[in-house]
């Protein structure tokens, strides 16, 4: 079968590679109709971690059964499917108590599994023609037949969730203030599920137009760092006080004002500025215990410089970690198929699969209104 195999630093290629095949009762296997290039992929894409050549790429997939193992029991061929980046079990403490983000079966000596991402256990990518899916009861999302929905259903598999988990994390309530920083998939998707919950306001801050533009468009208040301070500008805007909650949907790849210096913090001690006294953070970006590409020696061991003592004086409150993404992903769907939601409209491009390469150099570089990118085996 085909599929987006990593070769090294800034190339990928599609590839025969082996087709997956039923290892486990508990085991289905999806052929691909969607699946999506995450900013995550771009992490290793870029060479900024351990990642080897040979990986294949993609936690973010959906398709149709094809074949299931003897143990499923609440699935059947044919059945129209979207799966959790986060591989689980169902079964282990952490999933019982619903972090399903952070289970101790799939990945042995580590919190938390997915599909096709470094350290993150054995589970091939989806940016293919099939994938293996296990615990598939557990972890199979269905959907309606047909081929309806199809955009919006395939950001179940991570960003929709996680934006929505960004508000979660920061307990955004309605008709409070928030401010997303960063304006890439998972930051418009948190300033949507802030207005879905209610939100009165939402700034989201980026310098890039056309993903400030998609924010404006959705009913938020866009602010270019690039034009100046982002917390000045958005002070100005809320009478000096600031706002109720912040989400940070940068990581640790954010850039400085009027360079494209790294600064691993600068979101983080943006946010602590930003957020009145007793407000909250949530901290979806993407935070690595060691890169190597970091700007210092500290940056590249995952420590960074951040204003705690301000954190600590304004009382405020930080939830961290990737997303649970099976603790929304159903009423997100069903969100969706009622019409309530359309998260579809952060999807620029839709391409085949074998335009992989050309779609992760030009999302990688931000160039032509890439924002969010669909591929279709």
């Known amino acids: 079968m085909k599929a987006v195999v990593y070769k090294g630093p800034f190339t990928v290629a599609v590839e025969d590679v082996e087709k997956p095949t039923i290892q486990h009762p508990n085991d289905v296997i999806v052929r691909v109709t969607s699946t999506a290039i995450c900013g995550s992929d771009l992490h290793m894409y870029e060479g900024r971690t351990a990642a080897e050549p040979g990986i294949v790429f993609g936690h973010e997939n959906m398709g149709v059964i094809e074949d299931l193992g003897q143990g499923v029991t609440t699935l059947k061929e044919g059945d129209r499917v979207v799966m959790p980046f986060n591989v689980a079990c169902g079964f282990c403490m952490n999933c019982v108590e619903g972090y399903t983000g952070f289970c101790i079966t799939v990945n042995p000596g580590f919190a938390g599994g997915a599909y096709g991402y470094v350290a993150m256990g054995p589970w091939k990518g989806g940016q293919a023609e099939y994938i293996r899916v296990p615990y598939a009861d557990f972890n199979c999302l269905k959907l309606p037949q047909g081929n309806e929905h199809e955009t919006d259903f395939i950001l179940l598999a991570d960003i929709f969730p996680t934006g929505y988990h960004g508000c979660e994390l920061a307990q955004v309530r309605p008709g409070e203030s928030v401010a997303v920083y960063g304006a890439g998939p998972v930051g418009l998707m948190?300033?949507?599920?802030?207005?879905?919950?209610?939100?009165?306001?939402?700034?989201?801050?980026?310098?890039?137009?056309?993903?400030?533009?998609?924010?404006?468009?959705?009913?938020?208040?866009?602010?270019?760092?690039?034009?100046?301070?982002?917390?000045?500008?958005?002070?100005?805007?809320?009478?000096?006080?600031?706002?109720?909650?912040?989400?940070?949907?940068?990581?640790?790849?954010?850039?400085?004002?009027?360079?494209?210096?790294?600064?691993?913090?600068?979101?983080?001690?943006?946010?602590?500025?930003?957020?009145?006294?007793?407000?909250?953070?949530?901290?979806?970006?993407?935070?690595?215990?060691s890169d190597p590409g970091g700007p210092d020696e500290q940056a590249k061991q995952g420590m960074l410089l951040v204003a705690i003592g301000r954190l600590f004086e304004k009382g405020l409150r930080m939830g961290t970690g990737q997303c649970n993404v099976k603790r929304y992903n159903r009423f997100l769907r069903d969100m969706i198929i009622d019409g309530r939601a359309k998260p579809s409209f952060v999807v620029s491009h839709e391409l085949p699969l074998d335009q992989a390469s050309s779609a992760y150099d030009k999302f990688d570089k931000r160039i032509e209104g890439f924002t969010k990118v669909v591929l279709h085996p």
């Open 190 to 289: 948190a300033a949507y599920s802030a207005l879905l919950r209610g939100a009165r306001k939402v700034f989201v801050v980026d310098r890039v137009p056309e993903r400030l533009q998609k924010a404006e468009e959705i009913g938020a208040v866009p602010i270019n760092f690039a034009e100046g301070d982002p917390v000045e500008q958005i002070e100005e805007q809320t009478e000096g006080i600031g706002t109720d909650k912040g989400v940070d949907a940068v990581g640790y790849q954010a850039t400085a004002q009027g360079t494209d210096n790294e600064e691993p913090a600068i979101v983080l001690n943006s946010l602590v500025r930003t957020v009145r006294p007793t407000g909250a953070l949530g901290v979806p970006g993407l935070y690595v215990p």
